[in-house]
């Protein structure tokens, strides 16, 4: 007797039982992820499938579609056996044996002895224990995983219908409150408590997909976790469905929480019309200091420090910490629109199994950059002087980087194969985030809509026109170019206007006119005196105390550092024949006389003469120099009305009028 629960409506059903033809009716592809060996990280996995060809192939993503690098998930898996199980092979016979799938290339396995239209049971092991939200995680607290981890593809019958178990053995649930066992997934599924002498107390959760592209789609949680519901209405005032899962050691309000997460979602509505799901999951993994998103179709894996979640004592304007994390669940909660549903063209069927190169990631998690932090201050949930101070923030790590100035934003996204994830030393020099500098971006393209077309027209709508054209799609999909952005849009601005801002902004280097397009729309910039590149940077790097020393992080092209011959990872062990530490660096970051620095690099001990004033505002290294030196270390925002005057622009009134008709979204409907 098995006993079946919905978790897709959490309501019991009754009793059932299954016959061996209603087995049969079931898809031809079934994955069992079996976590009975949790305790050592490795999930069980067992693959059954009737072929359509000899000797078929079976191959693991490399890369999870929202995190562009070159994972190498195959990693993960060790040996690959399998057996042929057809009916008309009897036992002992020497095609019931069990052989090793021969692996043709770093992801791909053969399974030669297999004719077309056997049946296959395929088994291996997969090792999960990576935190992040790209790929699983096993233990005695949570079993945690991405399909593209731990489910082979069957090369050619990807499109076929999956079914899907996951079994948890009794083990799992011994020291914890069953009731309080949830899964956690985008995916409906049927919870099934197995009893019987070999599985007494085992629980088995089951899925079914359309197919492999969409099963991968649906990270699932299983672990104790809090939950709660919540609806959002539509334009149509049709309701869709939400749940907010958070596992981990916590002591979140979840009252707070709910009534945040409810005000952020119902505003994306308000403002979009209507979404592309039916239900949504936030899945929520709270942790020491780990940080991440990642977003899915109808669901989002977060991870984050739990300072970051609300106390008991929550303010009615939310924490920093706080923010940080409703920001996060803003950030890819507007994914479902802008990534999942409006993509880069090279997202559209794309092969993860090799790279997918677009310089359109600007557009997507640029715009995504600008738009969470925004609509934070649009719902209510915080007020705009918080707003203001979290663009402050974008605005000073893109004055910080010095190598905007040498790579563009859509070179950025193209690059992020080979660049994002693996920062080293160099790369603050040498290129940008298309992060950051995509929701810069952004900005200031809202504002020189808002402007040219007199508060008619901007970004939003740029976006909801997308959003629009992918609606009349059969699948309710749209994969757009560089071409398709000028074409959308040179509907709100004449496109000679729009060629120009990408030509000078988005292919090229030139400094964003950030501060006058600000001004203009009512916001006064300050410059902080006091946070000035001396302090945080002295002689242009970056150290950490070490007990030996100062450990050199980072050295900025053209500085002081650099032209003395300091490198990133030396030790400086003494500066004026004194010990080395930060407080005398930052003594000396502008003596008017030569200094004597000892340092190490590797084993090696050196003498360097460091010149910090000597005139080399007059005889720049290079070209970064001077682009550093025209703007400020660190700048602070405020609105028109809280400063005393904004200079150059004498007319108060007309200024807070710029950031009303900008800052108030939901009073701009242009259809």
Known sequence: MTSFTNTANNQPTSDVSISHNDAKRLPLISYRFDFARFSEHLVDVSLTFTTTSAAPQLWLPAWIPGSYLMREFARNITAVHYQIIDSQIKEGDESSKTYRAQKIDKHTWQLPAVQAGQTVNVAYEVYCYDLSVRTAYVDQQRLYGNFTSLALAIDGQELEPVQVS??????????????????????????????????????????????????????????????????????????????????????????????????????????????????????TFASGQDYGGLEHINSTSLITPRRDLPNMDEPKLPSTDYQRFLGLCSHEYFHSWWVKTVRPDVMIDVDLRREAFTPLLWVFEGFTSYIDDFMLQASGVIDKPSYLRLLAEQINRYYQTPGRSNQSVAESSFDAWIK???????????????????????????????KNTDGRYRLFDVVKAFYTQAKQKDNKRIGISSADMGTVIGQFMPLAEWEDFEHRYVNGVEELPIETLLIENGIKIQANKKE????????????????????????????????????????????????????????????????????????????????????????????????????????????????????????????????????????????
């Open 166 to 283: 996951l079994i948890v053995p009794a083990a799992f649930l011994l020291d914890k409150k069953e009731n309080n066992v949830l899964l956690a997934c985008g995916l409906a599924a049927t919870h099934l408590r197995v009893e019987g002498q070999d599985t007494d107390g085992q629980h088995s959760y089951q899925l079914q997909a359309d197919n492999y592209h969409e099963l991968i789609d649906y990270p699932f949680e299983i672990a104790e976790q809090q939950k709660f519901d919540f609806i959002i209405k539509d334009n149509q005032h049709e309701t869709l469905q939400h749940s907010f899962y958070l596992s981990g050691k916590h002591s979140a309000n979840m009252g707070r929480l709910q009534q945040d997460v409810t005000q952020i979602c119902q505003t994306y509505l308000d403002w979009l019309g209507d979404a592309p799901f039916n239900d949504y999951t936030f899945m």
């Open 420 to 450: 994002l994830y693996r920062t080293d030393e160099n790369t603050g020099n040498a290129g940008i985030s298309y992060y950051n500098k995509g929701a810069l971006v952004a900005l200031c393209l809202d504002l020189i809509l808002l």
């Open 532 to 671: 000035v590149a001396d302090k945080h940077v002295p002689w242009g790097m970056r150290c950490s105390e070490t007990p030996v020393g100062l450990k050199v992080n980072r050295v900025m092209r053209g500085s002081v550092a650099a032209r003395a011959g300091i490198s990133a990872h030396d030790i400086i062990v003494a500066i004026d024949g004194i010990k080395a530490d930060s407080k005398q660096l930052a003594s000396l970051s502008n003596a008017k006389r030569p200094i004597e620095c000892y340092l190490f690099r590797r084993d090696e001990l050196m003498c360097v003469q460091v010149q910090p004033t000597k005139a080399h505002q007059k005889d720049s290294i290079d070209s970064n120099d001077a682009s550093e030196k025209s703007f400020p270390h660190k700048i602070g925002l405020c609105l028109a009305k809280e400063g005393k005057a904004l200079q150059g622009n004498g007319d108060e009134a007309q200024a807070e009028a710029g950031w009303e008709m900008w800052l108030n979204v939901m009073n701009h409907q242009s259809d």
